[in-house]
């Protein structure tokens, strides 16, 4: 199946509430225009530098989504454009973003990353260290981003009723942090689930999805 007959088969299963990042992540930018052609405006990159690239090339009407771990270094080059940063996972990295966004003249939407695998190598922060982080004054100084949400990655196996609960568990911790908002903190976006996962994500709540072997095939 083509890219196009692909995107069009999994949008129609997504309800609309429900957002869907395209992971171009590796793909050329002809790939990305036959889904952009297909109607899809929201792609996800993990490299900095390659989303900066397509970007330059692509029509300026897509949101470009960084959903890769993020060095503080490399923040810079995105700082102009980039709509959504998924995986922030320390107040280091919020307060990076925060001064870049403020040499831009903009203010940087981000979700903070929880950790609810198992594997330990996957990043983000514990319940405890979220309730921190918000609850920091130095969190609370910050002008030029806004906390617009939560994601994480469920474990890495085929064990439905394990990654159930990692979503499940995720949800909770999410409605429990929607209030109070704030100026630089919204809670609406939960972004949770991807090719193989996203239809239980759903299921449990998740708002924003990530896929991208489904849309554009493997590597």
Request: hydrophobic share 35%.
């Amino acid at each position: 199946m083509s890219i196009r007959e692909n995107l069009l088969n999994i949008k129609a299963t997504l309800p609309s509430q429900v957002t869907l990042v395209a992971v171009s992540k590796t793909k050329p930018v002809s790939d990305l225009m036959q889904a952009y052609e297909a109607g899809q405006r929201v792609f996800g990159e993990n490299k900095i530098q390659e989303m900066t690239e397509k970007c330059e090339l692509m029509p300026k009407d897509i949101e470009w989504h960084m959903i890769g771990h993020i060095q503080s270094n490399k923040v810079k080059y995105m700082a102009p454009y980039v709509r959504l940063i998924h995986g922030v996972d320390s107040l280091k990295l919020l307060e990076e973003i925060n001064k870049q966004a403020q040499k831009n003249n903009r203010v940087i939407n981000c979700l903070l990353q929880i950790h609810i695998a198992e594997e330990e190598t996957k990043f983000g922060l514990n319940e405890e260290e979220l309730s921190d982080l918000l609850q920091s004054e130095t969190f609370k100084n910050l002008r030029n981003i806004k906390i617009v949400g939560l994601m994480g990655m469920a474990t890495f196996t085929e064990n439905q009723t394990q990654i159930k609960k990692e979503f499940q568990h995720l949800k909770s911790i999410f409605d429990k942090n929607q209030q109070p908002t704030t100026h630089n903190r919204q809670l609406t976006t939960l972004s949770m689930g991807m090719s193989g996962d996203y239809q239980l994500a759903i299921e449990c709540g998740s708002t924003m999805v990530r896929i991208g072997s489904s849309i554009f095939g493997g590597r």
